[in-house]
């Protein structure tokens, strides 16, 4: 079946800019997370939505930084005024529900900010 | 905070060797994930362990959860050029809401 799909799969811009950042989780999946990873680091945890709860935000690194998850599906991670430390590789990731679940990633989204 | 530590942060073998990384929790888990990520690719999940002082295999990985169930390891035995990759442990801590937590990673190479 169809994995986590993320949308753009590169996405370059101009410092300043806003960006948005799309993950598509596996259907039925309740729990979807955002990451970041910089060039040959570990991940960075993000955001975490689970369900119909109010989503742990404690990863965003500034208010720049806010997520969204319409119908506990679609999540979109918006970055704005990005600056050249926002470059770096944005994972999402789904799991059927929270705790002691796999998780499964989506190929990610690579950012450049220029 | 809390955090999940891993060690060694990188490592170069020859083809054959043996390999382990060592992955520690600040507070105890609850269970222990193992992911694999290749080169330009997103982690993989290899296993899960839950049981204090478990033991699992997978061909030739062995996977261990301390009796405390604060520490695991992975151990590669024979390593194959298709070995390569950064191994990540990722725990869920007892208290709090988010599921996992990451450990900073060991990245693997392997020399045929």
């Known amino acids: 079946g169809a994995g986590v799909s993320q949308s753009p799969s590169n996405k370059v811009t101009e410092k300043g800019k806003d960006v948005e950042l799309r993950c598509d989780p596996i259907s039925g999946h309740t729990a979807l997370y955002w990451y970041r990873q910089s060039l040959g680091q570990g991940l960075e945890f993000l955001i975490y939505?689970?369900?119909?709860?109010?989503?742990?935000k404690s990863g965003l690194p500034s208010d720049r930084f806010s997520a969204e998850r319409t119908g506990g599906s679609v999540s979109t991670l918006t970055i704005q005024r990005t600056q050249q430390e926002d470059s770096a590789v944005y994972l999402c990731a789904s799991s059927p529900q929270s705790k002691g679940i796999e998780q499964y990633f989506g190929p990610g989204t690579r950012l450049t900010v220029t | 905070g809390q955090q999940v530590m891993q060690i060694p942060q990188y490592q170069h073998v020859q083809e054959g060797e043996d390999f382990t990384t060592y992955c520690n929790s600040s507070t105890t888990l609850s269970n222990i994930q193992w992911y694999k990520q290749r080169p330009g690719g997103h982690p993989v999940f290899l296993i899960q362990l839950v049981k204090s002082g478990e033991v699992k295999k997978q061909k030739r990985l062995t996977f261990q959860f301390g009796e405390a169930k604060k520490n695991s390891s992975l151990h590669i035995t024979a390593t194959q050029t298709t070995d390569v990759g950064t191994y990540f442990c990722a725990g869920t801590m007892d208290t709090g809401r988010r599921a996992l937590t990451f450990g900073s990673g060991t990245r693997l190479q392997v020399q045929p």
């Open positions: 939505f689970q369900g119909n709860s109010a989503p742990d």
